[in-house]
């Protein structure tokens, strides 16, 4: 699975993108930029919001708290809020998703929602738990949106363009090029789903996190740690999203079971033990040359020795530099959850790196894990520099040479 193209109308900061990302490009590694606040961020969540929780009912509330900040306009009957062009077993499907109000809809039900909308924070839960308006509702939408070959994805509440109008209901529909049924698009974005990551910085603000949640990291007394709570609960809610983590203890204890497991199953099948214990071995001392890690025989935990004046010491995981914690909890992300043929979307991976490490990430990837295609956005020349300049994908305003 490839992302080839992705435009964006008009998406918070995000005006008129429209960025290419060449399949026949080696490696399949995108660099990102922008100036500060360019909406790199905006746009990896975005792309990620729609293709991840567009399909499956639980991650709707996350997809709906993204949309929340797209301006409708009344004038236009409906809206494109991004169009995806898709690699998928050497087929290209366009993939739209567009935003519709009552008045293109023209429906009683959006009328009885709009109604309900008067009083924002209060109502708002209230209509999410009333199914009756929400069944009339939705009912009424899809067939609409069918006959039109679209699927109907998720109604969600915005503000309406040049009005005080908080709180207007829309819906969001999904359309494919050349799948007219509508149960072949909700399969494509099922399978989409499962093929699309995305990894940042936990110190992000997340737009698909609930607003009094985000608000959180802003506000002195309760702050970071309760906003990490929230956060936890959308990383156990969106399988595939990730941050940043300073423990990747478990990861690469897992990485080492499977390893275990794998020689054991060779050992029953040929009678001889395999090699991938030694392999992982010699790849992750590779990783942190000079220091040599390894597993501790009961499997709870790793350390990593290193001289120092000619004698050996044991480290701990928790002595090893914020740096050293991000590459290995990259890695072993990658190679724990076997992430695979996916669109990998990072945030700020140079973050905490030397520049060395910058550029050096590149072949990481491409070594861990190269069936992926990556795009990265990024700050670093060093990073770009590991790569030809038709990789390096920019938003306006561009880049100062
Ligand atoms: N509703 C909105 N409409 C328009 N712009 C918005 C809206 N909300 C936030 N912004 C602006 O969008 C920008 C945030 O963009 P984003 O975080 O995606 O940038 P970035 O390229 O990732 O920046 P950085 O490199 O600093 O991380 C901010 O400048 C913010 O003021
Ligand atoms: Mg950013």
């Given at each position: 699975?490839?992302l080839?193209?992705?435009?964006v109308?008009?998406?918070?900061?995000?005006?008129?993108?429209?960025?290419?990302?060449?399949?026949d490009f080696?490696?399949?590694i995108?660099p990102?930029?922008?100036?500060?606040?360019?909406?790199?961020?905006?746009?990896?969540?975005?792309i990620?919001g729609?293709?991840?929780?567009s399909?499956?009912?639980e991650?709707?509330?996350?997809?709906?708290?993204l949309?929340a900040?797209f301006?409708v306009?009344?004038?236009?009957?409906?809206?494109t809020?991004a169009?995806?062009?898709?690699?998928?077993?050497?087929?290209?499907?366009?993939v739209e998703?567009?935003?519709?109000?009552?008045?293109?809809?023209?429906?009683?039900?959006?009328?009885?929602?709009l109604?309900?909308?008067?009083?924002p924070?209060?109502?708002?839960?209230?209509?999410?738990k009333?199914?009756?308006?929400?069944?009339?509702?939705?009912?009424t939408i899809?067939?609409?949106?069918?006959?039109?070959?679209m699927?109907?994805?998720?109604?969600?509440l915005?503000?309406?363009?040049?009005?005080?109008?908080v709180?207007?209901?829309?819906?969001?529909?999904c359309?494919i090029?050349s799948l007219?049924?509508?149960i072949?698009?909700?399969?494509?974005?099922k399978?989409?789903?499962?093929?699309?990551?995305?990894?940042?910085?936990?110190?992000q603000?997340?737009?698909?996190?609930?607003?009094e949640?985000?608000?959180?990291?802003?506000?002195?007394?309760k702050?970071?740690?309760q906003?990490?709570?929230?956060?936890?609960e959308?990383?156990?809610?969106?399988?595939?999203f990730?941050?940043?983590?300073?423990?990747?203890?478990?990861?690469i204890?897992?990485?080492f079971?499977?390893?275990?497991d794998?020689?054991?199953?060779?050992?029953?099948?040929?009678?001889?033990?395999g090699?991938?214990?030694?392999?992982?071995?010699?790849?992750?001392?590779?990783?942190?040359?000079?220091?040599?890690?390894?597993?501790?025989p009961?499997?709870?935990?790793?350390?990593?020795?290193?001289?120092?004046d000619?004698?050996?010491?044991?480290l701990?995981?928790?002595d090893l530099?914020?740096?050293?914690?991000?590459?290995?909890?990259?890695?072993?992300?990658?190679?724990?959850?076997n992430i695979?043929?996916?669109?990998i979307?990072?945030?700020e991976?140079?973050?905490?790196?030397?520049p060395d490490?910058?550029?050096?990430?590149?072949?990481?990837?491409?070594?861990?894990?190269?069936t992926?295609?990556?795009?990265?956005?990024?700050?670093s020349?060093?990073?770009?520099q590991a790569?030809t300049?038709?990789?390096v994908?920019?938003l306006?305003?561009k880049?100062?040479?």
């Open positions: 699975m490839k080839l193209r992705v435009q109308p008009q998406f918070r900061v995000l005006k008129d993108v429209d960025l290419s990302f060449e399949k080696v490696p399949s995108f990102l930029g922008s100036l500060n606040g360019g909406g790199k961020s905006t746009l990896l969540q975005l990620f729609l293709l991840h929780c399909s499956d009912p991650r709707l509330p996350y997809l709906q708290n949309l900040s301006k306009k009344n004038s236009e009957e409906m809206q809020i169009k995806f062009e898709i690699l998928d077993d050497d087929q290209v499907f366009e998703f567009l935003s519709f109000h009552k008045e293109s809809v023209k429906s009683e039900s959006f009328n009885i929602l109604e309900s909308e008067i009083n924070e209060t109502k708002r839960k209230q209509v999410i009333t199914s009756g308006t929400l069944d009339i509702f939705t009912e899809s067939s609409f949106l069918k006959r039109k070959n699927l109907y994805i998720t109604y969600f915005t503000r309406k363009y040049g009005t005080d109008l709180n207007y209901p829309c819906a969001l529909a359309k090029n007219n049924q509508v072949n698009i909700q399969t494509f974005l399978n989409l789903s499962n093929k699309i990551f995305l990894i940042a910085p936990s110190s603000v997340f737009h698909f996190i609930e607003k949640q985000t608000r959180l990291l802003f506000n002195k007394e702050a970071y740690s906003y990490q709570i929230s956060l936890d959308v990383k156990t809610n969106l399988p595939n990730f941050t940043y983590d300073f423990i990747a203890v478990n990861q204890v897992k990485l079971e499977n390893a275990r794998k020689d054991f199953q060779k050992a029953v099948k040929t009678g001889e033990y090699n991938s214990y030694q392999k992982l071995l010699n790849d992750l001392n590779l990783l942190f040359s000079p220091k040599k890690i390894n597993v501790t009961d499997l709870n935990g790793v350390t990593f020795k290193m001289k120092i000619g004698e050996e010491i044991e701990y995981p928790e530099s914020h740096g050293e914690l991000k590459r290995i909890s990259i890695y072993a992300w990658l190679k724990s959850q695979e043929n996916s669109i979307l990072m945030d991976i140079e973050n905490g790196f030397h490490w910058h550029y050096q990430i590149i072949s990481d990837l491409e070594e861990w894990s190269p992926n295609q990556y795009i990265l956005a990024t700050h020349y060093e990073l770009c790569l300049p038709s990789h994908k920019e306006s305003p880049l100062l040479k």
